[in-house]
């Protein structure tokens, strides 16, 4: 059985991402647009950051400041309250002699260490995108995963010692063994496999009952799984290319869902006109459980 969520913010998103809920304020990325945005439930708009490149995930760190992930680097940013951008650190190259990559999905593990990965931008999809964590005593360390074409659904278990993550391409999320010290992964294995052969697993969360929520591009549905991987319902939006689930709001309880308007020809955004935009759901109970900021 499947439920539909309601529009919260028309918007018009070309590559609705990482959406997360903090200090009172939903934070996503479009992108293709190269824009960090920043609504707070109750105001007309968004405020947004126009970026040097596309930001393909970012987290809140300790220091106030920003970690970005552009195309191919890592950074820190300052920003202010409306989202001026002042100083931005580079911290890392990522992939720099491989040119097909960029960075996509990622999000800080529950020590504070930021954990991404890339996906190939070339026609052909060969599986050449990685995993990373990234920490400042550590630096850049990649993840002893199977290379990607489009890595995603990047999210922890509550204890922390679970990672999920996914190819977009293969329609399933697997898990494994994480330790967030050492930046090992082991025990490989599947979690759930797509039930609809137009879904693609995209972003994902886990809640505050150790399930996960994940989006489905193509399928315009976000689904929730049990810990042991079983479906247990599924949300739909008028978007077909939904994104990046998040659960937060002052009370905890509100699911949202970014969707995006790329790779949708004249027809398809005729007939989906709020492509791009964010819907959502309250939830009949707090679910939302915060990413741990990153160590700066």
Not at 173 to 191: G, K, P, S
Not at 237 to 253: F, K, Q
């Amino acid at each position: 059985m499947t439920q539909p969520l309601d529009l919260v913010l028309p918007h018009s998103a070309t590559l609705g991402e990482g959406l997360l809920w903090r200090d009172g304020r939903w934070w996503w990325t479009d992108i293709e647009a190269a824009t960090l945005y920043a609504w707070r439930p109750g105001e007309t708009g968004p405020q947004f950051c126009r970026l040097p490149d596309r930001l393909g995930s970012f987290a809140h760190c300790r220091s106030g400041r920003v970690l970005l992930g552009l195309a191919k680097r890592l950074a820190l940013a300052t920003l202010s309250e409306d989202l001026e951008l002042g100083q931005l650190q580079t911290l890392a190259p990522v992939d720099a002699a491989e040119a097909r990559t960029r960075v996509n999905d990622g999000r800080t593990d529950r020590s504070g260490r930021f954990v991404f990965g890339t996906l190939n931008e070339a026609k052909e999809k060969r599986a050449i995108g990685s995993f990373y964590q990234y920490s400042m005593a550590h630096g850049l360390r990649r993840l002893a995963l199977p290379a990607v074409a489009i890595a995603n659904s990047i999210c922890f278990s509550l204890d922390g010692r679970t990672m999920y993550f996914c190819d977009t391409l293969t329609q399933r999320i697997q898990q494994c063994d994480y330790d967030a010290e050492t930046a090992q992964v082991d025990n490989i294995r599947l979690f759930t496999q797509m039930d609809r052969s137009d879904a693609w697993p995209d972003g994902s969360v886990i809640d505050a009952e150790g399930c996960l929520w994940n989006a489905q591009w193509g399928a315009g549905r976000v689904a929730r799984y049990d810990p042991s991987g079983e479906l247990m319902g599924a949300w739909t939006a008028p978007a077909a290319h939904t994104s990046c689930p998040a659960i937060g709001g002052e009370g905890l309880d509100q699911l949202m869902l970014t969707t995006a308007r790329t790779e949708l020809g004249r027809e398809a955004l005729a007939a989906q006109p709020l492509s791009g935009s964010l819907f959502g759901l309250r939830l009949p109970q707090a679910l939302g459980v915060a990413d741990a900021l990153f160590e700066d």
